[in-house]
């Protein structure tokens, strides 16, 4: 069965700075999906960027990027750049292609100091 | 706003009740996915339905069941509520069905059982 762990609870970091969000995740499959999703005090879920496992580059949407270590099955998160706005759980979650079974970590809270 | 809704958006029952949650996805969207999220077990997957037909089940209970209509709006069904099923249900949607879409999340239906 397909795992998603996500090691850090909670963490904190100052606005303007870099943060890391570590995922990793288990399967013996080859082909998958990942994504990280944002959850801020309203609760309203949002994609933040998703990686195809097939793609060797990373994912990079603006202040986003993920370190996609397959090998290793990592699937880590980088916010450049944090603003207030940022303040939020992040999710990470799996997807084995061609199934519909979407599987989420636990989360991370996330909280960005002024 | 994702542009999914969900009504209602608080509910309080007791135990052993019925109670039917209601989404209704974006405009042009085919496919419905419904998450619990609880403070214990994180985002979990229940079911997705597309274009009217169930095509992936996860940690659904037999006491829970889901339908989508010929308008595409969805309802989950929980029935002999149980203290535990006191959770946060989400209702996405997708354009599509295929796992990497991008799914769209509604504001959530904060469930309280008594």
């Known amino acids: 069965a397909q795992t998603v762990t996500q090691s850090q609870p909670e963490m904190s970091v100052q606005e303007a700075e870099t943060v890391t969000l570590s995922c990793t995740y288990d399967t013996s499959e080859n082909n998958y999906y990942l994504f990280w999703y944002k959850q801020p005090p309203s609760r309203q879920m949002i994609l933040v960027i998703r990686q195809e496992a097939y793609k060797q580059q990373n994912a990079t949407e603006n202040r986003f990027s993920v370190n996609f270590q397959k090998a290793a099955k990592s699937f880590s998160l980088k916010i450049s750049d944090s603003q207030l706005g940022d303040t939020a759980m992040y999710f990470c979650a799996f997807i084995l292609s061609g199934t519909y079974k979407y599987i989420f970590g636990t989360g991370t809270r996330l909280k960005v100091l002024a | 706003d994702s542009g999914v809704t969900q009504t209602p958006k608080h509910l309080i029952t007791a135990t052993g009740q019925r109670v039917t949650l209601r989404c209704s996805p974006r405009s042009g969207d085919l496919s419905v996915y419904w998450y619990q999220q609880s403070l214990d077990q994180g985002l979990q997957f229940l079911i997705q339905?597309?274009?009217?037909?169930?095509?992936a089940k996860g940690n659904i209970l037999e006491r829970f069941s889901a339908q989508q209509f010929p308008d595409l709006h969805s309802e989950l069904n929980l029935s002999s509520l149980e203290l535990g099923d006191s959770a946060l249900y989400f209702c996405?949607?997708?354009?599509?069905?295929?796992?990497?879409?991008?799914?769209?999340f509604g504001p959530g239906t904060r469930l309280t059982v008594l």
């Open positions: 339905y597309y274009n009217g037909e169930e095509r």
């Open positions: 996405a949607s997708s354009v599509a069905g295929a796992p990497y879409n991008e799914q769209f």
